[in-house]
Structure formats: C-alpha cells, structure tokens
C-alpha cells in the first residue's frame, strides 16, 4: 500500500452538487492529519486539520477512520471556486517532521 | 497575515550551474522544510531544519543540496550542480511545532536547461 493513497480524479461535478475524497494511509502509527487544496501552479493551503471526532468548517467536513485508516472530505454546495486539487496529507509519527503528500484528487466544478 | 516569502518565483538555469533559492519563514516559527513538486506529480519533503541544523532529510537530498539559514531570517537552498530532473516547483514551508500545520510559501519555480 502506498504510504498515502488518492482517488486521482478529475472529479467533474455541476455546481452546488456535493462531494466527496477519500484518502488512505499505510502508516497505522501516524499521528495526524491534514487535507489542503493546491491551485494550478500554486503553492499547497491549508484547508483543515482531520480529528477523530470529525470537524466541520462550513462547507467543509472531514472525517478520519483510524480503524481503517481513512480520511475523508466532503464538500457540500459545491462554488466554482472551489475546483482545485485536493491533497491529503499525513504526519507519520509524532516524533519527527516529515509529512507526506498524497497526489492529490483534482475537482472540476462545473458551471 | 504573515506569511512565507521565497524568491525569485521563477529560475532559469543551465545544467551544471548552482542555484541558491530563498525562503523567510514566518518569524516566529522555529521548523523549517523544503519540498518540491515536479510538473504534475506530488508534493515531495526535502529536507526539515531546526536549531541551525538539518532533522531530517528525504532520499532525494543528496550531497549536491545544502540548506543554509545565514542570518535570523533567511532559509536557502543550494543545489550544486544543477540537473535536468532537477527541473520542479520548490516550496519552502514553516511551521511553530514538528507535526504542526505548515505554512507554504508561493514556491520557485527552477527550470535546468
């Protein structure tokens, strides 16, 4: 299994749909998680931090399995804004630094 | 807001050459990282700092690149002796604690050639 696993896409869904990205990692021991959006050539943001309890920031919810070690973002009324690539990103250990990327779920909202 | 400042936004450079590429992290932040991202594949860690020293560093990091922070403010990359596959998008991220949200700045984009 790859250390963080995504659905590539695009992902082409009409405006105001919902929807939703998984993610998976191999690492049972990693200790937290992130999902942030990247734009065409641009640098990764922040979009929110994955808690086991679930968090939601309007629009936005996430949700991380640690049973199953999974992670999910569901986008609910879908803007044209938001078409951009999606990245889950893992902190293997609390120990050190490193954080590793998924490839990313591109988003296309469609008008 | 504060934020991550690299620069210059895009290098050109010719194969064999070094580059240095700038970063300020957010001022007070204490971990400091590289990444790079090559034309439509992942973002890939570098290279941590912390305390004017490397903690941590990927298989990619090899003898031809350095990290520097030469004065309070500054974070650089040096590649030695550039190579075509070193042709990327560079990131240069902080964060205030290890395993914390990191803060990218806009990235350099180095072209070899």
């Known amino acids: 299994r790859k250390e963080v696993e995504q659905d590539p896409g695009p992902f082409n869904v009409p405006e105001g749909a919902t929807v939703a990205f998984n993610c998976t990692y191999s690492?049972?021991?990693?200790?937290?998680f992130f999902w942030y959006r990247q734009d065409c050539r641009k640098e990764p943001k922040l979009l929110m931090s994955?808690?086991?309890s679930g968090n939601e920031d309007g629009r936005f919810t996430a949700q991380l399995n640690r049973a199953s070690q999974y992670i999910s973002l569901l986008i609910r009324d879908s803007k044209l804004s938001d078409s951009a690539t999606y990245l889950c990103v893992v902190n293997p250990s609390s120990r050190d630094d490193k954080i590793i990327f998924g490839k990313g779920t591109r988003l296309h909202i469609l008008p | 807001e504060p934020e991550v400042t690299q620069t210059p936004s895009h290098q050109v450079t010719q194969m064999g050459q070094e580059v240095i590429l700038r970063c300020v992290p957010i001022s007070n932040h204490l971990y400091f990282y590289w990444y790079r991202q090559i034309l439509g594949q992942k973002v890939e860690f570098l290279v941590s700092?912390?305390?004017?020293?490397?903690?941590?560093k990927s298989e990619i990091f090899d003898d031809q690149f350095s990290v520097e922070r030469p004065d309070g403010s500054n974070f650089t990359l040096k590649i030695r002796s550039t190579k075509l596959e070193d042709s990327a998008m560079y990131f240069c991220a902080s964060t205030p604690t290890p395993g914390d949200l990191s803060f990218f700045g806009q990235g350099t984009r180095l072209t070899v050639v």
């Open positions: 690492n049972s021991a990693s200790q937290s």
């Open positions: 994955v808690y086991s």
């Open positions: 700092f912390y305390n004017n020293e490397i903690s941590e």
